[in-house]
T-cell receptor, first 114, second 114 residues
Framework: AQSVAQPEDQVNVAEGNPLTVKCTYSVSGNPYLFWYVQYPNRGLQFLLKYITGDNLVKGSYGFEAEFNKSQTSFHLKKPSALVSDSALYFCAAGMDTGRRALTFGSGTRLQVQP | DTGVSQNPRHKITKRGQNVTFRCDPISEHNRLYWYRQTLGQGPEFLTYFQNEAQLEKSRLLSDRFSAERPKGSFSTLEIQRTEQGDSAMYLC????????????FGPGTRLTVL
């Protein structure tokens, strides 16, 4: 069975500061990892993914994530936060390149203060 | 708009009634997924289809739930004899067997069972 943990319910950061949203995973076999963002009354939007290759993956809106196999982590990062980044962020893990069921974490609310 | 669409966006029903939701995936996507999301939680996998074949079902999908994708295009999710615990956001996603593998999500159907 696979599982995803997001240890922080909420992350607060000042605009312009770097942000990190944490995610750890447990999967059998090769992990396929994703980050999604959810704005109020809207569906999940894909941000980025790790399938194979470079441990640092870059995605939409200036976000990036670092895959660390030894720590089984896939933390989401951004060098300079914007107020508009305030939203709910979900980490997810999948098998079969992610084309089977995704297992999601419980989500982290990011609050960027002006 | 060529994204995933879901109808209705909101559904309020009384306990014991049947409800049916519809999902129209992105047209060239042959994989279609249903997830359920309750307040404060990440989405939980319910079932997925490849074309018209239902390939996997979660144990969350009780006997009262049934999903179909008769022609490999749109899908319906029916809940019979609704219970208050069925109140949630029901999300649909789609992806293709080739190329990019991230799942694209619709806006969801919010079900409230009174």
């Amino acid at each position: 069975a696979q599982s995803v943990a997001q240890p922080e319910d909420q992350v607060n950061v000042a605009e312009g500061n770097p942000l990190t949203v944490k995610c750890t995973y447990s999967v059998s076999g090769n992990p396929y990892l994703f980050w999604y963002v959810q704005y109020p009354n809207r569906g999940l939007q894909f941000l980025l993914k790790y399938i194979t290759g470079d441990n640092l993956v870059k995605g939409s809106y200036g976000f990036e994530a670092e895959f660390n196999k030894s720590q089984t982590s896939f933390h989401l990062k951004k060098p300079s936060a914007l107020v508009s980044d305030s939203a709910l962020y979900f980490c997810a893990a999948g098998m079969d390149t992610g084309r089977r069921a995704l297992t999601f974490g419980s989500g982290t609310r990011l609050q960027v203060q002006p | 708009d060529t994204g995933v669409s879901q109808n209705p966006r909101h559904k309020i029903t009384k306990r014991g009634q049947n409800v049916t939701f519809r999902c129209d995936p992105i047209s060239e996507h042959n994989r279609l997924y249903w997830y359920r999301q309750t307040l404060g939680q990440g989405p939980e996998f319910l079932t997925y289809f490849q074309n018209e074949a239902q390939l996997e079902k979660s144990r969350l999908l009780s006997d009262r739930f049934s999903a179909e994708r008769p022609k490999g295009s749109f899908s319906t999710l029916e809940i019979q004899r609704t219970e208050q615990g069925d109140s949630a956001m029901y999300l649909c996603a789609s992806t293709s067997n080739t190329g990019t593998n991230e799942q694209f999500f619709g806006p969801g159907t919010r079900l409230t069972v009174l």
